[in-house]
């Protein structure tokens, strides 16, 4: 999991119907060094959960059409247990933080980015 | 309910009579004295009764047709009663008076030597004596039946029938006599001698009759109780029976002095009821006047009831405007009380800018219109517009207008703020909307920049270039940032904390940030409940507050920082729809600047709302402060008065959990029992400090001016300790501790002061070594110097 240590980087799952914001957070956490797979919505998200692809992060975007971000961590929790999540948004709409998820607000600089992603992946696994 | 109404209708007719009620004592003392006369006067004319007189055969006509006259009205009177009453007792009452009345006219006729000198129809000598006796006879056994039958009050059914027949039974019999006694002559025995002297027989039978009258009156006076009407009875029974002993069966024979005098009773025999029931009938119009205008008093007093209890405003106006009347409520609605109103002109109390709609309207009432829900506000004793909402019509007839205003000042005020908050409510989520946009928009921009900078190629024109627009974009976020505060969606991090230590803990920025011309004071609750609330957004607000307090004293001022307990009970909640009830922990700021009008207050809290001048403020730290409070489910308030100062409390939920810190036990403050003289000019603080020495055990007196507690010194009270204000009104603090500390050299000292510490001593204004309490403070330190100042604990 240590990407510092060079064995195999962590998969995150980005998700986000914006497709502008979607490729910044691929490209970002790329270059952060983290392997990334992209949805650009919650369906096509829960198709690759639901699949044998590996996931240590789901990264999604809060306010998207139809299946919101809650539902979609929702419905990922269920398929992948003690699945981490971090949120990002627009706005603040009172998801608390815990071990297992975490929220960004945007606009969020690529320094915030990747002290959220480290410090969620550093905690434990339940 | 038919049988109800018949009832009522009963009812109704046994009050109506007054002679059907039961007889009055005074009614009873009357009729005994009216029958000792009669019969003082019977006993008196007894011993002359077969004195002849003069036979004048004409009075017997005049007699009669007297007689005649009386018994038949009262009949006719009794009958009306009866077709009312419908009992028993009147129709048989009403029947015994047309009987006599009837039984009269061939007696008249019969009457020897009135008109022929035999009598006419046929009659023989002994015809008109034995008519006499059938008369007599007829009318105590008639006076029986209605003491027989007196008591049962139901009414009878049919009783127009049944009075027809009664008359005319009554014909019949009269007739069937009158037959007997011509047709039947021959048959009939003798009782008038041809000298007009009696027979035998005639005093059997005549006796016979008298006997007759009494068993009729044993019988009235045994059925008890007495009506009036029984009453009179009585007593015409008496009068018959002085008629009846004195002209034919006391005396000897026609015209004799009984004879003449027996008639006297007999007149009043058949006069006496008709005169009572023509009496009654002026006791019944006098009644009635009576009821009409008692009828019409309690009419008036009521509404006089309504017009003086009423809690709308009741005004009555003539054609030129004047107040004619007004109801009591002005005094309470308006501070006029009505005496203050009555003369005057209606528009001297019409707030200006509403005179003309009420021109127009109060002339639309003249014409006819009914002046409905009109709108118009009056202005109160006090100045205050106060809205009233009016309902009106013109009285042609009166030439008055008349007005009910009912006061919705408060209800308006409501409906202001329940729009107000709606609109805040409103416009945080179109802010909340725009914010999250923005902040999406904001993120590829700035993601894009920041990916570009990260390029080794970069020129440097064009490095800076991209850092201006990061920077840009930097403030646009901080910007949003903002809106989302006020939107109620940024992130908070609610925390167990007590807001005394918040302040406490903000004091060293506050003095930094606000400089020295700002004096702080602080009243802080010690029993102040904990609160759930993000610390860092709090205290930021707390510093919002602070500055904005001291923008509003550019010449300087007092800051005043507070804590209480505050229970938001259901009539807070009444007048402040959008607060959920409950108990809270309130932290209040007050200033003592310029304050803010009213038109401006309402609007403090919207977004890009400000009243500083461009580019000195952004216009969101209220919004930010309202909305964090809001998310915080708390409440905030804002009070103030142009001139005087402004002040914002804000009310945060009381939690069960301690605050954080709190769980290391409190220390113990010290205490002591010495004499305490605390100088401050300031009367809530001065209150404050005070309970807290007291209960600190000691003996406090206070003093609101350096020159008072010179005084206070100079009467020769002892000290221990003076605890005194830095900064007061003419003589200051240390000038009032150099001029006491010559003459009262024990005299311990405590300054109080607004600045720091450090800065109170670096301005020189107190000694080095003094003992100083910087405000705000805590109960504990208050204690912890003061002990310290006056050594040993």
């Known amino acids: ?126 | 309910m038919a049988v109800a109404s018949g009832d009522i209708d009963r009812t109704a007719g046994r009050t109506l009579f007054l002679s059907l009620q039961p007889s009055s004592e005074s009614g009873r003392r009357s009729t005994g004295a009216l029958i000792v006369l009669l019969v003082a006067v019977f006993l008196a004319l007894l011993p002359f009764t077969k004195l002849p007189l003069t036979p004048s055969p004409a009075f017997i006509p005049a007699y009669q047709a007297a007689l005649f006259v009386s018994d038949l009205t009262t009949a006719a009177v009794l009958l009306g009663q009866f077709s009312v009453q419908r009992t028993r007792g009147l129709l048989a009452l009403a029947v015994a008076y047309l009987f006599t009345a009837i039984a009269i006219i061939p007696h008249t006729l019969s009457f020897p030597g009135l008109f022929p000198a035999a009598g006419t129809i046929g009659a023989g000598p002994q015809t008109t004596v034995w008519l006499y006796m059938l008369w007599h006879a007829g009318f105590p056994l008639l006076v029986m039946v209605y003491a027989a039958v007196k008591t049962d009050e139901r009414a009878l059914p049919g009783a127009t029938a049944l009075a027809w027949s009664a008359a005319a039974a009554t014909f019949g019999v009269v007739l069937a006599g009158t037959l007997m006694t011509t047709a039947g002559h021959s048959l009939l025995p003798t009782l008038l001698l041809p000298d007009n002297t009696y027979t035998t027989t005639m005093y059997v039978v005549v006796f016979g009759v008298w006997g007759l009258d009494f068993i009729a009156l044993l019988s009235l006076a045994l059925r008890r109780p007495y009506k009036t009407i029984d009453l009179w009875m009585i007593v015409v029974v008496v009068a018959w029976i002085g008629d009846v002993g004195l002209s034919a069966t006391l005396n000897a024979k026609r015209f004799d002095l009984g004879f003449y005098a027996g008639r006297g009773y007999g007149l009043i025999a058949a006069v006496f009821v008709l005169a009572m029931l023509l009496l009654e009938t002026r006791r019944l119009y006098a009644r009635v006047a009576g009821d009409l205008v008692s009828e019409r008093d309690s009419a008036e007093r009521q509404s006089r009831r309504v017009f003086e209890t009423s809690q709308d405003i009741i005004l009555i106006t003539d054609t030129y405007g004047s107040i004619k009347q007004v109801s009591p409520s002005s005094a309470r609605i308006l501070g006029y009380r009505p005496d203050e109103m009555v003369g005057r002109i209606g528009r001297e109390f019409i707030f200006p800018d509403d005179l003309e709609a009420t021109r127009r309207e109060v002339r639309a009432a003249r014409v006819g219109n009914v002046m409905r829900n009109f709108r118009c506000r009056y202005v109160h004793k006090d100045g205050r517009p106060v809205s009233l909402i009016w309902t009106g019509v013109w009285s042609q007839a009166d030439r008055q207008h008349f007005f009910i205003g009912r006061d919705v000042t408060d209800v308006e005020a409501k409906e202001e703020q329940l729009r107000q908050s709606q609109k805040m409510e409103a416009v945080g989520q179109l802010t909340g909307g725009v914010a999250h946009d923005f902040n999406n928009i904001l993120m590829v921009i700035l993601a894009n920049v920041e990916e570009l900078l990260e390029a080794d190629t970069l020129l440097p024109d064009q490095r800076e270039q991209l850092n201006s627009i990061a920077a840009s974009g930097q403030r646009a976020a901080e910007l949003t940032r903002r809106l989302l505060a006020f939107s109620r969606k940024q992130r908070l991090m609610p925390q167990s904390i007590n807001m005394n230590d918040l302040v406490s803990g903000t004091d060293k920025l506050l003095r930094r940030t606000l400089g020295e011309h700002i004096e702080i004071e602080a009243i802080l609750d010690d029993d102040l409940w904990t609160t759930n609330v993000d610390r860092a957004q709090l205290e930021a607000a707390l510093v919002n507050l602070c500055v904005n307090a001291r923008d509003a004293m550019p010449d300087g001022g007092r800051l005043l920082i507070e804590t209480a307990n505050q229970e938001l009970d259901e009539v807070y909640v009444a007048d402040n729809p959008e607060v959920v009830a409950g108990d809270y922990a309130m932290l209040t700021v007050s200033d003592t600047g310029a304050g803010m009008p009213p038109d401006v207050l309402k609007k403090v809290f919207e977004p890009f709302f400000t009243t500083k001048g461009v580019g000195k403020g952004t216009g969101l730290g209220l919004s930010m402060v309202y909305g964090f409070i809001k998310q915080s489910n708390g409440h905030i308030k804002i009070y103030s008065e142009v001139g005087r100062g402004t002040t914002i409390r804000m009310y945060m939920p009381r939690t069960d959990a301690a605050a954080g810190e709190a769980a290391l036990p409190a220390p113990v403050p010290p205490r002591g029992d010495e004499r305490i003289l605390m100088v401050e000019d300031d009367d809530q603080v001065r209150t404050a400090i005070l309970g807290q020495l007291r209960s600190l055990g000691y003996t406090v007196r206070e003093a609101a001016s350096a020159q008072q507690a010179i005084e206070r010194l100079e009467s020769g009270e002892r000290f221990d300790l003076m605890l005194t204000d830095v900064i007061m009104p003419g003589i200051d603090g240390p000038s009032l501790v150099k001029k006491v500390g010559e003459r009262w050299p024990g005299l311990k000292v405590v300054f109080m002061s607004g600045y720091s510490e450090n800065a109170a001593r670096n301005h020189g204004k107190v000694a080095a070594d003094a003992h100083v309490l910087s405000k705000p403070f805590r109960k504990i330190d208050l204690a912890l110097r003061v002990r310290e100042a006056l050594g040993g604990a």
């Open chain 1, 1 to 126: 999991m240590d990407i510092d240590g060079g064995k195999v980087a962590a998969q995150i799952l980005v998700v986000d119907d914006d497709d502008q914001i979607r490729r910044i957070a691929v490209r970002q956490l790329t270059s952060l060094g983290f392997r990334v797979i992209d949805a650009a919505s919650g369906v096509a998200a829960l198709d690759v959960l639901d699949g044998a692809a590996e996931i240590d992060l789901l990264f999604v975007d809060v306010s998207m059409p139809g299946m919101d971000g809650h539902e979609v961590a929702e419905k990922a929790r269920h398929l992948r247990p003690g699945l981490r999540v971090v949120f990002a948004s627009g706005n603040f709409d009172g998801e608390p933080d815990d071990g297992a998820t975490q929220f960004l607000l945007k606009p969020y600089r690529k320094a915030d980015l990747a002290e959220k992603v480290r410090r969620i992946l550093d905690t434990p696994q339940p």
